[in-house]
């Protein structure tokens, strides 16, 4: 159906960056939202970032004016640069796709491990 792969995970000293990429391939409605969510052992899956197709976007307060979320609709692909990393930063980060009445139609990639050491 849909599927996505992610990749830019890894290891950062706090104050650092990096720079998560998810593209996805299948039958994907041409109105649509990607994102990021983050888990973390013990705690629910919580929204990041995520855009839809026309543009429009949505941070977690923790993130905002550190990390930015972007998308390439020709390739279906989204990116999130983050910037001046926090230990409370890391988690496992999944990358989403939603399309359809509500964007109720969702898939999930496999994950990819960010840390940040203090």
């Known amino acids: 159906q849909v599927q996505l792969v992610e990749s830019g995970g890894g290891l950062v000293q706090a104050g650092g960056s990096l720079r998560l990429s998810c593209a996805a391939s299948g039958s994907i409605f041409g109105i649509n939202r990607m994102g990021w969510y983050r888990q973390t052992p013990g705690k629910q899956r919580e929204l990041v970032a995520r855009?839809?197709?026309?543009?429009?976007?949505n941070y977690a307060d923790s993130v905002k004016g550190r990390f930015t979320i972007s998308r390439d609709n020709a390739k279906n692909t989204v990116y999130l640069q983050m910037n001046s990393l926090k230990p409370e930063d890391t988690a496992v980060y999944y990358c989403?796709?939603?399309?359809?009445?509500?964007?109720?139609?969702?898939?999930w990639g496999q994950g990819t491990q960010v840390t940040v050491s203090s």
């Open positions: 989403n796709l939603g399309h359809g009445l509500y964007y109720s139609s969702t898939y």
């Open positions: 855009i839809d197709s026309g543009g429009r976007t």
